[in-house]
Nanobody
Framework: QVQLAESGGDLVQAGGSLRLSCVASTSIFNFNRMGWYRQAPGKQRELVAIITTGGMTVYADAVKGRFTISRDNSKNTIYLQMSSLKPEDTGVYYC???????????WGQGTQVTVSS
């Protein structure tokens, strides 16, 4: 069973930065894409950023220019570097991975990010 473990969430002031990490229990080459989603209180889970095996990235409009997703294949880890944080970035951030050929989706347990104004 694939496991994803997030870390790096914290309480930070607006304008600050954080780096989230997601470590997979297997080689991340097993996934055709990995990404970060977030869920604010009372809201649906939403896409933040995706990175494919080939390194292509996609970002939600709300985070473009402020967040950067990256991967370290040797560590089976993806990262989310978050800068210029805003209170509306507050939420639980989840790591996500999609495994071919059945497009099985895996989720981590989440890490809390709180941005104070």
């Amino acid at each position: 069973q694939v496991q994803l473990a997030e870390s790096g969430g914290d309480l930070v002031q607006a304008g600050g930065s954080l780096r989230l990490s997601c470590v997979a229990s297997t080689s991340i080459f097993n996934f055709n894409r990995m990404g970060w989603y977030r869920q604010a209180p009372g809201k649906q889970r939403e896409l933040v950023a995706i990175i494919t095996t080939g390194g292509m990235t996609v970002y939600a409009d709300a985070v473009k220019g402020r967040f950067t997703i990256s991967r370290d294949n040797s560590k089976n880890t993806i990262y989310l570097q978050m800068s210029s944080l805003k209170p509306e970035d507050t939420g639980v951030y989840y790591c996500n991975a999609m495994q071919p050929p059945s497009a099985t989706i895996y989720w981590g347990q989440g890490t809390q990010v709180t941005v104070s104004s």
